[in-house]
C-alpha cells in the first residue's frame, strides 16, 4: 500500500494551500472506501499530532481544535484521493504533514493519534511565513 502526498510548499500568513493524498496497492479484497484517512502534522521538536480525518461512513469528519473554521477534508473516492484545504494559514501551521489510514471496521470512532493508524506516506513540508 501507497500513500502519496502532495501540495505542500512556502506561502505567506493569510495564505491557502491544498494537500492531496492519493492511495494505491490495495488488495483485491479492500477498497479505498473501507478507510478512514487523514492527515497528522510534525513540527520541529513537537509530538505528531493529529489534524483531520474523514470517515468512509457518511464521509464523517475530525478536526483538531486549531484548525477548525479554517481547513476543510474531503475525499474523492474514483481517484483513491483525500484531499486538505487549507485556508487562513498561520505560521504554527508550519509543519510536515503526513497523510494516513486505517480501516473503518477497526474503530467505533474516528481514531486521531498516530499509533491507531498502519499505512503512512513520507510526508509534504508546509511552511506559513509571517
Known amino acids: 500500500v501507497q500513500l502519496v502526498e502532495s501540495g505542500g510548499g512556502l506561502v505567506q500568513a493569510g495564505g491557502s494551500l491544498r494537500l492531496s493524498c492519493t492511495v494505491s496497492?490495495?488488495?483485491?479484497?479492500?477498497?479505498?472506501?473501507?478507510?478512514?484517512v487523514g492527515w497528522f502534522r510534525q513540527a520541529p521538536g513537537k509530538e505528531r499530532e493529529g489534524v483531520s480525518f474523514?470517515?468512509?461512513?457518511?464521509?464523517?469528519?475530525w478536526y483538531a481544535d486549531a484548525v477548525k473554521a479554517r481547513f476543510t477534508i474531503t475525499r474523492e473516492s474514483a481517484k483513491s484521493t483525500v484531499y486538505l484545504q487549507m485556508n487562513s494559514l498561520e505560521p504554527e501551521d508550519t509543519a510536515v504533514y503526513y497523510c494516513?489510514?486505517?480501516?473503518?471496521?477497526?474503530?467505533?470512532?474516528?481514531?486521531?493519534?498516530?499509533?491507531?493508524?498502519?499505512?503512512w506516506g513520507q510526508g509534504t513540508q508546509v511552511t506559513v511565513s509571517s
Open positions: 474523514i470517515s468512509s461512513i457518511d464521509d464523517e469528519k
Open positions: 496497492g490495495l488488495s483485491s479484497k479492500l477498497h479505498f472506501d473501507d478507510y478512514t
Open positions: 494516513a489510514q486505517v480501516l473503518t471496521s477497526w474503530y467505533s470512532f474516528i481514531p486521531n493519534q498516530p499509533r491507531q493508524y498502519d499505512y
